[in-house]
């Protein structure tokens, strides 16, 4: 046999994927098409059709014709593997298989559709199995559930469009700004002097809030995180470092603006009614009536984790989340181990990249800096991203805090914001007030 994989219940068409190959040979526009659809031609159960398919698209690519008369000629050096039977024989048919090329797209998308089915039945299996085993984490089983339906989705076909159709496109979106009196291109983080640097976080961007540890990036990021979700902006806040009750507390001190140690202590709502008691109360009514989510992992979660609770987040009617915050990024658990902690957060970016893309919301994720700023007493700048050089590579923006009043945790003080890259607008600097001891990141013009 060809394949030893192959059974009466697998399922696969060699008709259709001869109809494919037959169709390439006529017309060299259903090469590209073809690829266009099955890319590698992994998609191919035929180990023979497969060798065939990219020894085409291969010679395709080097501008020679891949006609059948062509292919006869070549049939030493296309590697079929025939156990006796005679390859040119096997091309004829192959060729005679069809009469046109201009089913060829569709017959292509059958073989993706016939491989992954064939994908669906090997993930099937890999769960009953690891599913019997009782030694087996069912939180790894599912993820690995995800991961794998997630990367055999097939991708939507490569598409291009005319500078008439872009322009227009671009300028309806410009108009539904105007309409809807917005000042910036995306949503605004609550702070005009942020936004008038990054004209707001933009839906598919990937941004990076770097700081050195205690000097306020996830005060800043729940700050942005309240002020989207004040505005109506549904969002969602993944925190690997703390529980949901501490980033619920930090919320409420910022909006109660009592100190957030009080807080942790109980002591306010034991004064009754005191002035400080009815703040809280108000500030848990203020939050509450937000379209804002909080996840509680309970340890630290992979990319695929992570991806898989926001895209429920994003599709579903009864959230429709909008953007996503992730504190933080060196806490994101590799999927696949290495010796290599470099190269680990090298894939962790650019998933993050892909989630931001794929989803069509700002992905904001909070970032370590390295030692070298505190060494060197300099302002932040992009090589200083702790890791890999593939963060500072990835992001859309990435903005740089620092603080010039860290003497003591309690001392409200301004944090300054770099805006180091920006792909979609300018750089810049600018100021926010900041209180450490309620959490609180307001604008200076307030």
């Keep these: 046999m060809e394949n030893a994989m192959t059974t009466p219940h697998t399922p696969h068409s060699v008709e259709t994927e001869h109809r494919?190959?037959?169709?390439m040979m006529m017309d060299c526009q259903a090469v590209e098409t073809a690829a266009a659809v099955l890319d590698d031609g992994a998609a191919f159960h035929?180990?023979?059709a497969r060798t065939l398919y990219r020894y085409m698209v291969s010679t395709a690519d080097s501008g020679k014709p891949v006609t059948l008369d062509q292919l006869a000629q070549d049939v030493a050096r296309i590697g079929l593997k025939m156990e006796g039977h005679d390859a040119t024989?096997?091309?004829?048919?192959?060729?005679?298989?069809v009469g046109?090329?201009?089913?060829?797209k569709h017959d292509a998308n059958r073989v993706l559709d016939y491989h992954l089915r064939r994908q669906l039945k090997t993930l099937a299996w890999r769960i009953q199995t690891a599913a019997d085993d009782p030694e087996a984490d069912v939180r790894e089983i599912v993820a690995m559930v995800e991961r794998t339906i997630i990367d055999n989705v097939p991708s939507e076909e490569?598409?291009?469009?005319?500078?008439?159709?872009c322009v227009s496109q671009a300028f309806e979106a410009m108009e539904k700004r105007a309409r809807c009196c917005r000042k910036y291109a995306g949503a605004s983080s609550g702070y005009d002097e942020l936004d008038m640097i990054t004209g707001g976080f933009r839906d598919g961007e990937f941004i990076v809030i770097a700081a050195r540890p205690s000097v306020g990036k996830t005060a800043f990021a729940l700050n942005l995180f309240r002020n989207m979700s004040a505005q109506g902006i549904p969002a969602a806040f993944f925190s690997l470092e703390m529980a949901r009750d501490p980033v619920t507390t930090r919320l409420l001190s910022s909006v109660s603006q009592v100190e957030e140690h009080r807080l942790n202590t109980g002591e306010v709502l034991a004064r009754g009614d005191d002035e400080d008691a009815i703040a809280l109360r108000k500030a848990g009514e203020i939050l509450s009536a937000l379209p804002g989510f909080i996840g509680d992992p309970g340890k630290n979660m992979t990319c695929t984790q992570i991806r898989a609770k926001a895209r429920r987040l994003v599709h579903s009617p009864d959230t429709k989340v909008r953007a996503v915050f992730i504190d933080y990024l060196h806490l994101i658990e590799p999927t696949e181990r290495t010796d290599n902690r470099v190269q680990e957060l090298e894939r962790i970016s650019k998933n993050l990249k892909a989630l931001a893309r794929e989803l069509n919301v700002p992905v904001v994720v909070l970032s370590q800096l390295n030692r070298e700023t505190e060494q060197s007493g300099r302002k932040p700048k992009l090589h200083n991203l702790k890791g890999s050089g593939a963060i500072e590579q990835d992001a859309d923006i990435v903005i740089m805090l620092d603080r010039d009043d860290r003497r003591g945790n309690s001392e409200p003080g301004f944090l300054n914001l770099t805006v180091e890259k920006n792909r979609n607008g300018r750089t810049g600097e600018c100021s926010l007030r900041c209180r450490p001891d309620i959490q609180?990141?307001?604008?200076l013009k307030d």
């Design 20 to 23: 494919v190959l037959g169709a």
């Design 46 to 48: 035929s180990i023979r």
């Design 89 to 97: 024989v096997w091309l004829g048919d192959v060729g005679a298989s």
């Design 100 to 104: 046109t090329s201009v089913h060829v």
């Design 158 to 165: 490569f598409e291009v469009f005319s500078l008439e159709d």
């Design 440 to 443: 609180l990141v307001e604008s």
